[in-house]
């Protein structure tokens, strides 16, 4: 699997690209994110189907691209009302609390995801 994760100073930005990443560099890049140094990492499979994991150091947007639908996690236990300020790829912006995940969830995802198991997963 591929990786690439930001690194980024003020307003600059420098990819780091990891070729044949396994499921422990995933999370160990996951604990990296912080929302202001590393705020976006995108894992590349083999068949072509994306996953991005942006923010941190506790919200994260999940998303999955994958033959051509581009679906979003849910977290279920959310007030549908309330928005949350994430910073995914350098860029703030409000989310809805239900697209707003924990480190665990993001964590359990990507190992779906490495399984090949992400379909199982709450997506929207």
């Known amino acids: 699997m591929k990786i690439t994760y930001d690194n980024r100073i003020k307003n600059k930005n420098k990819d780091t690209v990891v070729s044949s990443a396994t499921c422990d560099d995933a999370i160990s890049i996951l604990n990296q994110l912080d929302g202001k140094k ?3 990492v995108l894992f590349e499979n083999e068949d072509a ?3 991005m994991v942006g923010g941190g150091p506790e919200n994260f947007i999940i998303t999955l691209l994958k033959d051509d639908n581009n ?3 849910r977290r279920g236990n959310a007030n549908p009302e309330s928005v949350v300020e994430i910073c995914a790829g350098g860029q703030f912006g409000d989310y809805p609390e239900y697209l707003s995940n924990t480190k665990e969830t993001a964590a359990a995802a990507i190992e779906s995801f490495f399984q090949s198991k992400e379909g199982t997963l709450d997506w929207i």
């Open 49 to 51: 189907s994306q996953m």
């Open 38 to 40: 590393h705020t976006l």
């Open 71 to 73: 679906l979003a996690l």
